[in-house]
């Protein structure tokens, strides 16, 4: 497959990296020649300096025979213009874009985007995606990294294990055993550093940080035997009021459960907008770093604070002062993968990555087969692949033992009509099913091998 990157930076170096690693033959196009010039001399790719949106520079980028354009510069309009020019000029098939101003993405705009407006197939809202993980990581505060499958119906959970977890030392397939009714896989372990697909006969360590992929009605319990529960969630502080923010702060008061929510904004006109915008919140104007600041937003009463502003700094020095002053939970949005290391030794409970969650929504409407969801783990260590089952696929009518998966490869649920299924070695995947599945980075070449029938179903 051919595809066009427009924008280099955080997210379209993450997307160049899955893909070309991939065997996709991949061009990226920046303005900035040093970000073109890092992708090329790291990535197997083609470099392009130019702006996107200029149909030369997309001629010389091979637009004219290329299967898709993914604009995510940093301009909404760039990325929209390039997304027509491919469309007018080019006739490239598949379009998707980056936008986000909110003003574009208000449901009654939307027929903005038909083929004969601004014709682009897929719309990203960073925002809006980080919004989502915010509140999926309040739903179940204990796990470090959480996202829902199988249309709600199964849930991947990130699980640090203390010292006082209940399994340690345990061989997986004997906690099978103990558990029987229990609906969880754990189908990836991190230990010191290294992230991989345990075996059976594998066991759990004080320190591993794991992956379990549970069905979402025996999350709370999956959480338990692993050494953590949910805390309440009655009152909430949250710093940082834009636009992530504010999102969380209004779905949260549209909660049946009533959430009692502070809100501190160091920007005026900001702080001003989310108070007219909100109808419960108390909106502060002031540095959410200040300790006073803090008290006065009840912070030692506070179940939980959630850290949103555009400084990873900042959200991790509130987080670790919010935790010194009482508050139980902290949940911290961090761009920059490097400082994830940090989490442990900050106290910090849970992380939102915005890049890793946009990388995961391109990659939902790039990947072959019948691809429904595509989650992307820690630095682009794994992701958890949701796909149906096609008649021609190589897995259809085979039981997993049988089935070639590598290695790095773990089934976590299996959905048949509307049940959901925990995979063991005799599960026999058929046609309409959907799976589930973990895989490493290194491996998804062949996963979607035996995924993909032909470029019909592309």
């Not at 990535?43 to 995510?72: E, K």
């Not at 300790?291 to 700094?313: C, F, N, P, Q, S």
């Not at 997993?400 to 959905?415: K, T, W, Y």
């Given at each position: ?11 379209g ?5 899955h893909l070309s690693?991939?065997r ?10 040093e ?13 392009i ?7 030369d ?18 301009s909404?309009e760039?990325?929209?213009v390039?997304?027509?020019v491919?469309h007018?000029?080019?006739?490239v098939?598949?379009?998707i874009?980056r936008?986000?101003?909110q ?19 897929v ?7 980080v919004a ?19 249309g709600g ?24 055993d ?6 969880t ?11 991989f ?13 794991i992956?379990?992929?549970s ?15 949910n805390?309440?969630?009655e009152?909430v502080?949250?710093?940082g009021g ?9 779905r949260?008061?549209?909660?049946a ?10 920007d ?18 002031g540095?959410?770093?200040?300790a006073e ?23 991790l020095?509130a987080?670790?002062?919010?935790k010194?002053?009482?508050c ?5 949005l961090?761009?920059?993968p490097?400082?994830l ?9 849970a992380?939102?990555?915005p890049?890793?969650?946009t ?5 939902r ?7 429904r ?39 976590g ?14 599960t026999r995947l ?29």
């Amino acid at each position: 497959m051919k595809v066009i990157i427009c924008g280099a930076g955080q997210v379209g170096w993450q997307i160049a990296r899955h893909l070309s690693a991939e065997r996709n033959d991949v061009t990226v196009v920046d303005s900035n020649p040093e970000l073109v010039r890092r992708a090329t001399d790291n990535l197997d790719v083609q470099g392009i300096a130019g702006f996107a949106s200029y149909p030369d520079v997309l001629a010389n980028a091979g637009a004219r025979d290329a299967d898709m354009i993914i604009a995510a510069t940093h301009s909404d309009e760039v990325n929209m213009v390039t997304c027509q020019v491919a469309h007018s000029v080019f006739s490239v098939p598949r379009k998707i874009a980056r936008l986000r101003a909110q003003s574009y993405l208000d449901a009654i705009y939307s027929d903005l985007y038909r083929r004969d407006h601004l014709p682009i197939d897929v719309v990203i809202s960073p925002e809006r995606e980080v919004a989502e993980a915010a509140l999926s990581r309040f739903a179940v505060p204990m796990a470090f990294d959480t996202e829902q499958f199988l249309g709600g119906r199964a849930q991947l959970l990130g699980i640090a294990l203390g010292e006082d977890c209940p399994v340690l030392d345990t061989p997986l397939r004997q906690l099978t055993d103990l558990f029987s009714t229990l609906r969880t896989v754990v189908v990836g372990v991190r230990r010191e550093g290294t992230l991989f697909a345990p075996d059976p006969g594998d066991m759990l360590f004080a320190g591993d940080e794991i992956y379990a992929f549970s069905h979402v009605d025996d999350a709370e319990r999956t959480m338990e035997i692993f050494g953590k529960t949910n805390p309440k969630q009655e009152r909430v502080v949250i710093v940082g009021g834009g636009n992530v923010g504010l999102a969380v702060a209004r779905r949260l008061e549209k909660q049946a459960k009533r959430v009692r929510v502070r809100m501190i904004e160091r920007d005026r006109a900001i702080a001003e907008r989310a108070a007219d915008a909100l109808e419960r919140t108390i909106v502060l104007n002031g540095d959410g770093l200040d300790a006073e600041l803090l008290e006065e937003a009840g912070i030692d009463r506070a179940d939980a604070i959630l850290t949103v502003t555009d400084d990873d700094k900042v959200n991790l020095l509130a987080a670790v002062r919010a935790k010194a002053k009482g508050c139980p939970m902290a949940i911290s949005l961090v761009n920059d993968p490097s400082l994830l290391p940090l989490m442990g030794p900050l106290d910090i409970d849970a992380y939102i990555n915005p890049r890793s969650t946009t990388v995961s929504s391109i990659l939902r409407h790039v990947r072959h087969g019948r691809v429904r969801g595509v989650y992307s783990i820690g630095d682009a260590e794994a992701e958890i692949i949701e796909a149906q089952v096609l008649s021609t696929s190589p897995i259809a009518g085979n039981v997993i033992r049988d089935i070639p998966f590598p290695e790095g490869v773990l089934v976590g649920a299996v959905l048949k009509g509307q049940t959901v299924i925990t995979p063991r070695g005799d599960t026999r995947l058929e046609e309409g099913d959907v799976i589930s599945l973990f895989a490493l980075t290194a491996d998804i070449p062949e996963v979607e091998r035996l995924l993909q029938v032909s470029i019909d179903f592309f």
